[in-house]
């Protein structure tokens, strides 16, 4: 089957995705939740059959508690919920049980005492920051879980339900390293601060989030640190979709200063020096981009020794094609990690830089033109249209 073939078929076979499932959360994807199902599937097994092979001789309670269930929902089909986080899984559903435990030992009606256990453990979870929805399944089962149950007392919120929440909660961390999700759950800082992400501290601020939630007057899944990111690239989406008409073929550097994988690392770092750059772009015989080199890959301690070469600390470049809307760069060029994207053709050879600067004057210039533009508009025309082009038309 050819290239084109294939990605015809991928492409329907997406498509006909698209029309079976219809998530109900936003983001998710028939990949995701078929991953998910593995995790589930591995996750349950590896968490009933330890404790039933190594722990069964504890107790007469049942190894496996029901609440595991709706837990595993959580943590492998929507892992990035606050609900799903660590504590949340293990704090949670141990804390309800405790909770369960007591008020049972309290009030001797059974459906009373699921009612109270149920609301007692919800405070109990808001309280200690580990909301997590199985948590009230897990109370509801130490009141209503029967004799055996009931003889185990307190130690039932021990084992099985903190035994098993801890299993399930290993076997969820090892699950997502391997499937490319990153868990536990966290906004990424590059720069190690207390400062927010670069993108996130323009434009909306904490205070904006915290009104429009509380006018929306409901409760989200979702970390206000993903809602502000969310909200930030659908800003970038729509900056990219107004100004799609300039391209990275308009801005790009196009003398570009590369050098090869067997260049001395000493070289490439007097020709970041001589030329004021911050990375190059590593080339093969072909003028293929294989990586890019810069101060923070050079400043590695082994670099100086005698015959290091760039191939050895080189790191992957990024890269797009030269009719890119230039737009879409403003992502990655603000991530806090890249400060310039190699423009190359279909063949990954070098066309041109792209850096942070470039995108600046871009901006600059958009911004200048937006300005003249309401200025003109606020005359009633009175300024001619040509002098408007003059200025949105320039090209760093």
Request: aromatic content about 4%; overall charge positive.
């Amino acid at each position: 089957m050819t290239r084109g073939k294939f990605a015809a078929l991928r492409k329907r076979l997406a498509g006909l995705g698209e029309l079976v499932f219809r998530p109900i959360l936003p983001g998710a994807t028939l990949r995701d939740r078929m991953i998910a199902c593995c995790g589930a599937l591995l996750g349950i097994a590896a968490t009933g059959l330890l404790c039933r092979n190594m722990l069964a001789y504890m107790s007469s309670a049942p190894v496996l508690v029901a609440p595991m269930g709706a837990s595993a929902v959580l943590l492998f089909a929507v892992p990035a919920s606050p609900l799903a986080q660590p504590w949340s899984i293990v704090g949670g559903n141990t804390l309800s049980a405790v909770v369960g435990v007591l008020v049972a030992a309290i009030i001797p009606d059974p459906m009373l005492a699921g009612a109270a256990a149920v609301a007692l453990a919800i405070a109990t979870m808001s309280l200690t920051r580990c909301l997590h929805p199985p948590g009230g399944a897990a109370a509801l089962t130490a009141v209503l879980g029967g004799p055996a149950v009931t003889e185990m007392g307190i130690k039932f919120a021990f084992f099985p339900v903190a035994v098993n929440s801890i299993l399930l909660l290993t076997a969820g961390l090892m699950f997502h390293r391997l499937s490319g999700h990153r868990y536990p759950h966290k906004a990424v800082n590059t720069h190690r601060t207390g400062d927010p992400p670069p993108q996130l501290r323009p434009g909306l601020t904490q205070s904006d989030m915290d009104v429009a939630l509380r006018r929306l007057a409901e409760t989200l899944d979702v970390s206000r640190e993903d809602l502000s990111a969310l909200l930030v690239n659908a800003e970038l989406h729509a900056l990219e979709r107004l100004h799609a008409d300039i391209s990275c073929r308009d801005i790009m550097s196009r003398d570009v200063v590369s050098v090869t994988p067997d260049t001395h690392t000493q070289v490439a770092r007097a020709r970041l020096l001589e030329h004021g750059f911050r990375t190059l772009p590593v080339v093969d015989v072909r003028n293929a981009v294989v990586g890019i080199v810069g101060h923070e890959q050079l400043s590695h301690g082994h670099t100086g020794r005698s015959g290091a070469r760039v191939d050895s600390v080189m790191a992957p470049a990024t890269v797009e094609l030269p009719d890119t809307p230039v737009f879409r760069l403003l992502g990655r060029l603000s991530d806090g990690r890249t400060h310039d994207v190699v423009i190359v053709d279909q063949n990954r050879c070098v066309l041109g830089m792209v850096t942070q600067t470039d995108l600046l004057v871009v901006l600059a210039r958009t911004a200048l033109a937006r300005a003249v533009q309401t200025g003109v508009d606020g005359l009633n025309g009175a300024l001619p249209r040509g002098h408007v082009r003059d200025v949105s038309g320039g090209r760093a």
